[in-house]
């Protein structure tokens, strides 16, 4: 089978030799397609392909015409909005991702930038201190538990929402306050860190309603996706409540608008970097890889996230 990695974000050197020894042992061939610039190098790249593992990178129904042999694509890391899921499953097409093992890396970036806003972006003057305050996790996933175990290790009460856990046990084993609905959940914390996915639910969900509930100092921290915010009504949130802070990960759309009108109160990161450490690249990697092969032996689908 030939598994091509086809990344316009390439993995580090690192994680693209492991995933290299992982193909070849097992038998396959490995083709390899780094920052490219124009879809049409991916296009021609997936002629022949069998598999695929990607970062960020779009698969469109474009791209899946273009790929006949295509039996599983793997997206190295946890968000899988990038793939045209119906154009895949149309063709029989497995998609996975793989899940947890970037975890730590955004969540660490999470907690990183929570102290860069409460110490007013590391420039002199007073800031304040996240010990002793609430933070609000919005999705218990892979990302938002270990938010919540790095914000309880530095002092922090600990609140949590997400209404496909219902099981109280599971926030409660971890000390965790959980919380029934999104709107408490904003109202009770001065931190909120944001870890929903992008889906036909959650996009646009986060605005003005929900941010001016926040108490004084109310500062939210965003490493899951831009969608997910109404960005006019984060602006008017920031324009009418000047204790509002927001820092992010994937920069908004209207991002040096703010940047110019709310200064340090409005952080993002210049290019996406939440999952970018050699530790994390090198999981993800790996995973896919592993997937992949173990997928062309025993049929293995358990990270599969399509139906057909
Ligand atoms: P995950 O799949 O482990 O967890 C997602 C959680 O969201 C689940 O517990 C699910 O129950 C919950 N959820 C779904 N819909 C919800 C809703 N409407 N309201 C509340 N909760 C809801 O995912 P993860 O690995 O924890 O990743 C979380 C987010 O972080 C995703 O959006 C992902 O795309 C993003 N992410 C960003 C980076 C980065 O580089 N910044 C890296 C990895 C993941």
């Known amino acids: 089978m030939k598994i091509l990695v086809a990344t316009e974000k390439p993995f580090s050197t690192e994680a693209v030799k492991g995933i290299e020894k992982i193909v070849s042992d097992a038998g396959h061939n490995f083709a390899l397609l780094e920052k490219y610039t124009d879809s049409s190098q991916l296009l021609e790249a997936v002629g022949d392909a069998d598999a695929l593992i990607i970062r960020s990178d779009k698969v469109t129904g474009e791209v899946v015409e273009a790929a006949p042999n295509l039996r599983i694509v793997v997206r190295a890391g946890a968000g899988y909005d990038n793939v045209d899921l119906k154009a895949c499953s149309a063709r029989k097409i497995v998609v996975m991702n793989t899940p947890g093992q970037n975890s730590n890396a955004v969540a660490e970036l999470a907690i990183g930038m929570m102290i860069y806003m409460a110490r007013n972006e590391f420039s002199p003057g ?183």
């Open 126 to 308: 007073t800031g304040s201190e996240i010990h002793g305050k609430t933070l609000g996790i919005h999705a218990y996933g892979n990302v938002g538990k270990l938010v919540a175990r790095y914000g309880k290790a530095l002092g922090m009460e600990v609140l949590a929402y997400d209404p496909f856990i219902t099981d109280k046990a599971v926030f409660e084993a971890d000390g965790v306050m959980p919380i029934g609905s999104v709107e408490e959940l904003y109202s009770q914390s001065r931190y909120v860190s944001l870890h929903i996915p992008a889906t036909d639910q959650t996009r646009g969900s986060i605005g003005y309603d929900l941010l001016t509930s926040m108490p004084k100092g109310g500062t939210l921290i965003n490493t899951a996706r831009k969608e997910v915010i109404d960005e006019a009504g984060l602006a008017w949130a920031l324009e009418e409540r000047p204790d509002l802070k927001y820092a992010t990960d994937i920069a908004a759309g209207n991002q040096a608008e703010l940047a110019q009108k709310f200064g340090k109160r409005v952080f993002g990161t210049a290019k996406k970097m939440g999952a970018e450490t050699a530790e994390a690249n090198m999981n993800a990697g790996l995973a896919a890889a592993r997937q992949i092969v173990d997928f062309f032996e025993s049929g293995n689908t358990r990270f599969q996230v399509n139906n057909f």
